[in-house]
């Protein structure tokens, strides 16, 4: 494996009584991975539940504190989005992040229809077209081409204008990722030409563990490319490195890995999700896992994907401990120039 570009995905989560303390946190932490030399910073993108509901907002924040780190969604559902204003508020977040902005999004109807439909859809959601078509929309929307016929103007009192989408971002229709979890979604999104997001969790539709699930995923998608495109490639893993806990977050830790282990073992439910284990250990162990997984070995770029509900200490060390130890290990040279830190508190 050589690591070319290193990432990481924070869950924002945050206690329901007090979400402000919570999203400080996760825009503090995308800063102080910016100053550990991290390539991208991606946010999951959550309904329902304490989280990142609106990640073109909580990125609008983050644009604020980071100068130059990538900033991504992962994965903005579609089903809950209206392609057009979902254009709008990216196109603004990318303007005000100077060309930072990545999106990844999926297709599908949005999870919890049955508890919020009433409240997004004016007409019956069963004739909605939640397919990938959805995704096509978003990007026929933020190429920005001009609307209506070459008469058309809207405007103020002012001035008059071509309408089309505004602020229009050149080139973020070029940096779309796809959450591809299955082969339909593998191939669609390389005949898109869409950059691909990996995660830990995928649907077993032909082998029965994780590695090979995705390994098939993956060749399916480059299969897929038209001649002579190369988009990114970038794998999730959850990765919680034990050096400089205490032994009382050692425990905690590793109950917590111990207590996700069984969904690894076998597909889940009728839709035979699959799992990747969680990579828990000591730098030196967490480097010869990497090494030795099928997947990193045919991608340079990983996304480090923190466990849900960590105190913000834990987030910090298991960051600077990646970058400092195991990303370098790997062939990753962001670390070098970026200045040593202390240790994180």
């Given at each position: 494996?050589?690591?070319?570009?290193?990432?990481?995905?924070?869950?924002?989560?945050?206690?329901?009584?007090?979400?402000?303390?919570?999203?400080?946190?996760?825009?503090?932490?995308?800063?102080?991975?910016?100053?550990?030399?991290?390539?991208?910073?991606?946010?999951?993108?959550?309904?329902?539940?304490?989280?990142?509901?609106?990640?073109a907002v909580?990125?609008?924040?983050?644009?604020?504190?980071?100068?130059?780190?990538?900033?991504?969604?992962?994965?903005?559902?579609?089903?809950?989005?209206?392609?057009?204003?979902?254009?709008?508020?990216?196109?603004?977040?990318?303007?005000?992040?100077?060309?930072?902005?990545?999106?990844?999004?999926?297709?599908?109807?949005?999870?919890?229809?049955?508890?919020?439909?009433?409240?997004?859809?004016?007409?019956?959601?069963?004739?909605?077209?939640?397919?990938?078509?959805?995704?096509?929309?978003?990007?026929?929307?933020?190429?920005?081409?001009?609307?209506?016929?070459?008469?058309?103007?809207?405007?103020?009192?002012?001035?008059?204008?071509?309408?089309?989408?505004?602020?229009?971002?050149?080139?973020?229709?070029?940096?779309?990722?796809?959450?591809?979890?299955?082969?339909?979604?593998?191939?669609?999104?390389?005949?898109?030409?869409?950059?691909?997001?990996?995660?830990?969790?995928?649907?077993?539709?032909?082998?029965?563990?994780?590695?090979?699930?995705?390994?098939?995923?993956?060749?399916?998608?480059?299969?897929?490319?038209?001649?002579?495109?190369?988009?990114?490639?970038?794998?999730?893993?959850?990765?919680?490195?034990?050096?400089?806990?205490?032994?009382?977050?050692?425990?905690?830790?590793?109950?917590?890995?111990?207590?996700?282990?069984?969904?690894?073992?076998?597909?889940?439910?009728?839709?035979?999700t699959v799992?990747?284990?969680?990579?828990?250990?000591?730098?030196?162990?967490?480097?010869?896992?990497?090494?030795?997984?099928?997947?990193?070995?045919?991608?340079?770029?990983?996304?480090?994907?923190?466990?849900?509900?960590?105190?913000?200490?834990?987030?910090?060390?298991?960051?600077?401990?990646?970058?400092?130890?195991?990303?370098?290990?790997?062939?990753?040279?962001?670390?070098?120039?970026?200045?040593r830190l202390?240790?994180?508190?």
């Open positions: 494996m050589q690591l070319r570009h290193l990432a990481f995905l924070t869950p924002g989560s945050y206690r329901p009584d007090d979400p402000r303390s919570g999203l400080d946190d996760a825009l503090a932490l995308i800063a102080f991975a910016e100053t550990l030399g991290y390539d991208g910073a991606w946010v999951r993108h959550r309904h329902l539940e304490p989280g990142i509901s609106s990640a909580f990125l609008a924040a983050a644009s604020q504190h980071t100068r130059r780190i990538e900033l991504g969604t992962a994965v903005i559902q579609m089903g809950y989005e209206t392609p057009f204003r979902l254009a709008e508020d990216l196109s603004l977040l990318d303007v005000l992040a100077g060309g930072r902005l990545q999106v990844g999004v999926s297709a599908g109807p949005p999870p919890f229809a049955d508890l919020v439909g009433h409240l997004l859809f004016d007409g019956d959601p069963a004739r909605i077209d939640f397919s990938h078509a959805r995704v096509g929309r978003l990007i026929e929307a933020l190429h920005g081409h001009p609307l209506g016929n070459a008469d058309t103007q809207v405007g103020n009192a002012v001035s008059q204008y071509r309408p089309r989408l505004q602020p229009h971002a050149p080139g973020l229709a070029r940096r779309l990722w796809y959450g591809a979890g299955s082969l339909p979604s593998a191939r669609w999104a390389a005949g898109q030409g869409l950059h691909l997001l990996l995660g830990n969790v995928a649907r077993a539709e032909t082998h029965a563990d994780f590695v090979s699930t995705q390994c098939e995923h993956l060749a399916v998608y480059r299969s897929g490319l038209a001649e002579g495109t190369a988009p990114r490639v970038a794998a999730g893993r959850v990765l919680v490195p034990l050096d400089g806990a205490d032994a009382a977050t050692r425990q905690r830790l590793l109950a917590f890995a111990a207590q996700r282990h069984a969904r690894t073992l076998e597909p889940q439910g009728p839709r035979r799992f990747a284990a969680d990579v828990v250990g000591s730098a030196a162990q967490i480097v010869d896992l990497l090494q030795a997984d099928p997947v990193l070995q045919q991608v340079d770029e990983l996304r480090v994907e923190l466990p849900y509900e960590l105190p913000a200490g834990d987030y910090r060390r298991i960051l600077q401990i990646v970058a400092e130890q195991i990303a370098p290990a790997l062939g990753w040279a962001g670390a070098a120039a970026a200045p202390r240790a994180a508190p």
